[in-house]
């Protein structure tokens, strides 16, 4: 009976043993896992967090979950999880590339329409105030403050002059921007000279 009793207590500290030894084989490669998937979250973070932010915070929160596992030595679960996360993590880039192309194709609509319709607009603006500046369009100027309308008419060119060159250098948030505030100072400078642009009176 204490030999069987002896040869349990064996089996089982030899099994822990074992247990233990496995466990402490699958250290190196989950700690090795953990690192690429760490590097590869890094390396995708800049683009992805613009562009894909709620999936970067989700491979964050997995890979939090797998370096919590790794802290209490559950190792089996790292190396047995971290393939999927992985996946997700080289998948970020992608991920980010694709929203990029598709904010990028917006943004240029955008542009292309914007940059279709302001030139003439405030053109047309230039025209009306040189027309209210003549003595003959005294009666037509009454109640417009045509010095408010050069300055705000010389304050949106030079915006458009600023929109016009984020364009060039590629900046198409910045380019989109400037043209949106262009677009609002026209439509204001045009209310203000009583024009109707639509019509071009």
């Known amino acids: 009976m204490q030999i069987s009793q ?40 800049p683009e992805a967090a613009k562009y894909v932010p709620d999936q970067l915070t989700d491979v964050q929160g997995r890979l939090d979950a797998l370096k919590a596992s790794f802290d209490k030595q559950d190792y089996a679960a790292v190396v047995t999880g971290a393939p999927a996360v992985l996946s997700a993590a080289q998948g970020l880039a992608t991920a980010a590339a694709a929203k990029k192309d598709e904010v990028l194709k917006a943004l240029n609509d955008e542009w292309a329409g914007l940059a279709s319709s302001l030139p ?18 005294k009666k037509l100027a009454a109640g417009i403050d045509l010095d408010a309308a050069k300055a705000g008419l010389a304050e949106t060119t030079s915006l458009w002059s600023k929109a016009q060159a984020a364009f060039a250098s590629g900046n198409m948030d910045e380019a989109v921007g400037a043209a949106k505030e262009v677009k609002a100072k026209v439509s204001a400078l045009a209310a203000s000279l009583k024009m109707d642009l639509r019509s071009g009176a």
């Open 6 to 45: 002896r040869f349990s207590r064996y089996t089982l500290v030899s099994m822990a043993a074992i247990i233990l030894a496995a466990c402490a084989g699958q250290k190196e490669p989950a700690q090795k896992l953990l690192g690429d998937i760490q590097a590869t979250v890094t390396a995708a973070s």
């Open 120 to 137: 003439g607009a405030v053109t047309a603006i230039q025209s009306r105030i040189d027309l209210l500046s003549k003595k003959s369009s």
